[in-house]
């Protein structure tokens, strides 16, 4: 799926313009970058340079440090929910675990036999899930030497997309065989399983309150299940010709911003906001193409860099 | 599968051996010795891509008539890594079409086989287009059988004008490929007017 991955970094890069907007940053950049990636808290980006070197850049008041050498490349890269560790994967199975902020030490281990396709810190930031491409899912403690707390099989292939409810209770995951799979994060006993898609799942998404799991894929459509009892609930309109690739909530539970790509791969890809209570969407409207975006506090940042700035817009 | 003491050391000839060992019953080397020619090393992995669709039906003639494209002729065996036939494989194989294009909505150039006792396949379909974000034209397989370790991966064409004529130079433009063995000669075949092309590409699975 590294392909895919890719595809995604791209998608995120891709997002366009809405219209009404105001300056959140203005900051130097170390290096000739090809695209970005905000933190959760909005305090940092990373910033990968086109030399495949990456840094830590602080926001706003624009001070670096080194990240990752441009060998071996990174092929998944992660933030915790509070900014405050990053994660990244390599094609050897490599996994580290750095301090996003502070002097904490970082920590290295193998974690799969395989490159490192999907990462996700858990949101206590105490755990953190690594799937391998054509390999199960693993949960690792993050203690000072990581241990194994459990191996989440798959019929076959990898892990696409892991999502862990607000409570920290249950982790439900996608694999390449369009099955999602709930697990007790108490026991890592599997609970339940949903075998309605027919087509694989990139994303997965608890709303903020827990109530509803989104799931979204090559199927060109948010699915909202239970996580009770892992039941269908609904599916919004399609969006014809599109995968999903990304979901985010702007603050409450209603509001989405979802990104989806193109499954031709002819044309560039495209952001609706959904509003979960009446089933309808809005573009984000075209106007430039950003070169990172997230989600700061319930509000959408997008950025624009050229080959040394990189400016962060607040979107109204 | 015995040999006679000729066929023996004719064939240690070939491979520089000059003597044999004579506490070595000759049935006994004869019959590791079949083993390790016939031994085969596993297909390479390579990647699922994100339009594997599950439930495709069971077809062996994937091109329908007015469908572009260059009409090809897919085949192959699917073998265990000691080189036996495995006859309870389960193949999925999904492609674009001559345009690049994958069907989501429905099943057009996808079909799940199932090739039994001869595991032997064949199927009649077209060359696939280039992906747009993809570099080679490619056919993507899923294979399962009871025992075995699922096997995903791609085969990928000697043809493609992506390596230039030179597959074993150019492979790693596409960064996909995983290995040059995924890459397989073309046969073309027919007059003129009705080009065909022939492909064969054998699967070896590893056991669990």
């Keep these: ?266 044309k560039p890809p495209h952001a609706l906001f959904w509003d979960l209570a009446t089933d309808k969407s809005t573009p984000l409207k075209a106007d430039s193409r950003p070169t990172c975006s997230g989600i700061v506090t319930g509000k959408l940042w997008l950025c624009n860099s050229d080959s040394r700035t990189l400016t962060i817009l607040q979107q109204e | 599968m015995t040999y006679t003491r000729r066929e023996l050391l004719e064939r240690c000839a070939v491979f520089g051996a000059v003597t044999l060992a004579t506490s070595i019953p000759l049935s006994s080397l004869a019959f590791a010795w079949d083993g390790a020619e016939k031994k085969r090393t596993p297909t390479p992995f390579c990647e699922l891509g994100p339009f594997y669709k599950r439930q495709a039906p069971n077809t062996t003639m994937l091109r329908k008539p007015g469908d572009s494209g260059m009409p090809l002729a897919l085949g192959g065996m699917v073998y265990d890594v000691r080189g036996e036939v495995v006859p309870d494989a389960k193949l999925e194989i999904w492609q674009t079409d001559n345009d690049g294009h994958y069907d989501i909505e429905g099943y057009r150039y996808r079909t799940v086989l199932e090739p039994g006792p001869k595991a032997s396949y064949a199927i009649d379909t077209v060359m696939p287009g280039h992906y747009p974000t993809r570099v080679c034209q490619h056919v993507h397989y899923l294979v399962t059988a009871p025992g075995h370790k699922p096997l995903i991966t791609q085969l990928y064409f000697a043809t493609d004008p992506v390596f230039d004529g030179d597959p074993d130079k150019n492979y790693g433009r596409d960064p996909l490929i995983t290995s040059r063995e995924l890459i397989r000669p073309v046969m073309i075949k027919g007059d003129p007017k009705q080009i065909t092309a022939a492909v064969n590409f054998d699967l070896v699975l590893e056991a669990l």
């Design chain 1, 1 to 266: 799926m590294r392909a895919f991955r890719l595809a995604a970094v791209l998608v995120i890069s891709a997002v366009t313009a809405a219209v009404a907007s105001q300056p959140v940053a203005k900051v130097q950049l170390p290096c000739d970058s090809l695209y970005q990636m905000l933190s959760p808290t909005g305090k940092q980006a990373v910033v990968a340079c086109k030399d495949h070197r990456s840094y830590l850049v602080s926001i706003p008041d624009g001070a670096s440090r080194p990240l990752l050498p441009a060998e071996p490349r990174v092929s998944a890269l992660v933030y915790s929910k509070d900014g405050q560790w990053l994660a990244a994967g390599f094609p050897d199975g490599t996994v580290r675990v750095m301090p996003g902020q502070g002097t904490a030490a970082a920590r290295q281990w193998k974690a799969g036999p395989h490159r490192i396709d999907t990462l996700y810190l858990f949101p206590d930031g105490k755990k953190l899930f690594v799937a391998p491409v054509d390999s199960p899912g693993t949960v690792w403690e993050l203690t000072e030497t990581p241990t194994l707390l459990a191996t989440l099989p798959v019929a076959f292939g990898g892990m696409d997309a892991v999502a862990v409810s607000p409570d920290g209770e249950l982790l439900v995951a996608a694999g390449d065989d369009t099955v999602l799979r709930w697990y007790d994060t108490a026991t890592w006993q599997k609970m339940r399983e949903y075998n309605g898609f027919l087509l694989e799942t990139f994303v997965l998404t608890f709303t903020p309150d827990g109530k509803y799991l989104l799931a979204g894929g090559a199927d060109s459509r948010i699915t909202v299940l239970d996580p009770a009892s892992g039941q269908q609930v609904r599916q919004l309109p399609p969006e014809a010709g599109s995968s999903v690739a990304d979901i985010d909530f702007l603050g409450g539970p209603q509001r989405t911003l979802t990104l989806y790509f193109d499954n031709s791969g002819e």
